[in-house]
Every structure is written in C-alpha cells, then in structure tokens.
C-alpha cells in the first residue's frame, strides 16, 4: 500500500523539474515580480500588519542585493527531487524520514519563490513531535511553534487567498476588499498542540461547515482551500511519522504490523498523505507558474463577480 502510494510523486516531479533550469526559474521569478509590482505587494503588507509576520514580497532589488536566492532554491528543489524519488527505493522503515524531508524542501521551494522573511532563513521545522515514554501511538501529541518553516508554509497558503485550519488568520472577502480576521476554529489549542488522533480525524468540510462564513465572505481563489487545507494536514502526518520512524524506530516498525486499529488508521491515513504530497508537488507549479494571473472573487448580491476585487 505505501510502495504504490510512493510512486505517485514519479509523474508529479516532470512537471515541475524544469524549475531546477535558471533560465526557466529565473523567467518564472521576474514574471512573479513583474506581477508584484500591482496591489498585490499591499496585501502582504497588510497581511504583515495584521498578523505580526514579517513577510514581504520579493522584488528585483531584493533578488540583486541576495545574489544567493536562485541558486539557493533551485537546490531546494533539486533536493526535494532526490530524496523523493530516493524514498520510493528504499524500505517502510526508513522512506518516511527522506519523504519528510523532501516535501520539507519542496515546501521551502515554494516559500522563497514568492516571498522572503525577516529573519531570512527560518531556525526550525516550526513543529515539535511528543512521543509519550509509553509508546501508546492515540497520546502523540504535534505542537506547532511562534516560528519556523511551517508558519511560513501557512502564510503562503494564506496570501494565496485561501483559509488554514492551522492559521491564526483566514482571509476573507468583506465590502469587496480582502480582510484578513482571527480563525475562530483554530485546530490546535491555546499552546499551539494538537493530538495526532484530531489530526487524522481532521475533515475540511465540517472545519469549513464552523467557520459559518456568509456567502459574500467566501474568497474564490485560483487554488482550493480543501487542497490546500489537506496538503498541510498531510505535511503534519508525514512529519510526525517520520520523527517516529527517526526517533522510536521500533514503534514505527510496531505500527506497520497493524495490530490495532489505530495503527491501521495512522497507516491509512499517512498512504493518504503520500498521495496528497504528489498532489502538491503539481500544485507548487501551478502557484508559482499562475500566481502573474492570481485574482480573488468575491459574491455581490450573490453574483460570483468575475473582476479583480480591491486587495487593499
């Protein structure tokens, strides 16, 4: 089951490998550019604001004065390449650690194509696994920190126009201009923890069903947030599984047996997972080769209004 799910990331990577080219990333990156240089770079800004992120757009003085960022991520991309075609080689025991760390590279990919931070480079994954001294696999618990790759990774989602069980903020169309408001049905509490059990039991139409969003407040994004949504919850199960297999290999290799029926769900769900990152490997290049023609519509009388709405 997880050697065909595996597989699937084989066709996704031909699709975007031409990024790894500087001449094609580098035409691709300029386009981006070219397309920030409209009101777009407000609503980061904004977003910023609002949020307390240091996120900015990235510009053609920020690409000359970092003479290291194509180079950079095109490495990211090349490594997200090998140790994802490397995972499919390899067995059960040990392909989730290179699985992680290739959606890990992807995922920085897709960062630092559309945006810089300040600091520059993240310190951490921006996750912390807890694997209880039992091993008992239903109290692990995922704890998301202030900082970190993975917050960066909901920023992009979010500044794409679509709404993270995991943010803080969601974006939301309001008097035909983009607003960014508190998440009242943030998924990890208070300490920023979530329990592997609600990650997997995690459904995006009974998350969006609480939100209750009128129906002019809904963003109809380029990207669906139901993806979006599922890359991230994958992004966790896959980070977690991997810290298993890395850290407490015998549990990892306990849960493969299947004897219980949450072990087969973290199985299930985790094949799931695998399948979703192939997904959004055709999704990075999709975002980054459409994000010049991204636009966001919004319902006026409920009309489905098919011009650019004021992002600021």
Not at 155 to 174: K, N, T
Request: net charge positive; hydrophobic share 40%.
């Amino acid at each position: 089951m997880l050697r065909s799910s595996l597989k699937n990331q084989l066709k996704s990577w031909s699709q975007i490998e031409h990024f790894t080219l500087e001449y094609n990333y580098l035409s691709t990156i300029n386009d981006i550019i070219d397309f920030y240089n409209k009101d777009y770079s407000k609503l980061v800004d904004k977003y910023g604001e609002k949020t307390n992120r240091s996120v900015f757009s990235i510009s053609h003085e920020y690409v000359d004065s970092n003479p290291d960022l194509i180079n950079n991520n095109m490495s990211l991309l090349r490594n997200a390449i090998e140790l994802g075609r490397t995972s499919i080689t390899v067995g059960d025991s040990i392909s989730p650690i290179l699985l992680h760390y290739s959606f890990h590279c992807l995922m920085s990919f897709l960062n630092y194509s559309l945006f810089h931070w300040s600091p520059k480079h993240a310190k951490s994954h921006g996750l912390f696994t807890y694997i209880p001294p039992n091993n008992i696999p239903s109290k692990i618990t995922l704890r998301i920190t202030p900082s970190g790759v993975f917050k960066r990774f909901i920023d992009v989602f979010s500044l794409v126009g679509c709404p993270i069980a995991f943010s803080q903020y969601i974006p939301i169309a309001r008097k035909n201009k983009v607003e960014f408001i508190e998440n009242p049905v943030l998924i990890q509490n208070d300490h920023g923890q979530i329990q592997l059990k609600d990650i997997l039991n995690f459904e995006h139409r009974d998350w969006k069903d609480k939100l209750k969003l009128k129906d002019e407040e809904n963003i109809e994004s380029l990207f669906s947030d139901v993806s979006l949504n599922n890359f991230v919850i994958s992004y966790s199960i896959i980070f977690i599984v991997s810290n298993i297999a890395r850290y407490r290999p015998a549990l990892w290799n306990e849960i493969l047996l299947g004897k219980d029926e949450f072990n087969i769900k973290i199985i299930q769900k985790y094949s799931l997972a695998i399948r979703f990152y192939a997904d959004f490997i055709k999704t990075v290049k999709d975002i980054i080769s459409r994000i010049k023609w991204i636009y966001f519509r919004i319902r006026i009388n409920g009309t489905l209004q098919d011009e650019p709405i004021n992002f600021i």
